[in-house]
Nanobody, 123 residues
Framework: EVQLVESGGGLVQAGGSLRLSCATSGFTFDRYVIGWFRQAPGKEREGVSCINREGSTYYGDSVKGRFTISTDNAENTAFLQMNSLKPDDTGRYFC?????????????????WGQGTQVTVSS
């Protein structure tokens, strides 16, 4: 059974940074793509980032240059480093894994996801 546990969210001022972690189990980590999407009240779900099996990374336009996705394959853990945070980044962030391409994870929200972690950016 795929299990994903997100952590690292919190309240931060605009311009600050947070690092999200996603501890995973129940599947072969390096055979899946892994990424993040976010959901905020009143807003559409948005694909944030994804990293594929070859290590290629993808980002949503709104976070390019500010967020960095990475993985620790030895620990089956994914990370999302978020810098220069803006109030518009506020939302619940969900770690997602998928056995298909990153495009499907980010734009069709295919895959399995965890309970999410809340990120709140104050102005």
């Amino acid at each position: 059974e795929v299990q994903l546990v997100e952590s690292g969210g919190g309240l931060v001022q605009a311009g600050g940074s947070l690092r999200l972690s996603c501890a995973t189990s129940g599947f072969t980590f390096d055979r899946y793509v892994i990424g993040w999407f976010r959901q905020a009240p009143g807003k559409e779900r948005e694909g944030v980032s994804c990293i594929n099996r070859e290590g290629s990374t993808y980002y949503g336009d709104s976070v390019k240059g500010r967020f960095t996705i990475s993985t620790d394959n030895a620990e089956n853990t994914a990370f999302l480093q978020m810098n220069s945070l803006k109030p518009d980044d506020t939302g619940r962030y969900f770690c997602t894994v998928h056995n298909g391409p990153c495009y499907d994870l980010m734009h069709r929200f295919f895959g399995s996801w965890g309970q999410g972690t809340q990120v709140t950016v104050s102005s």
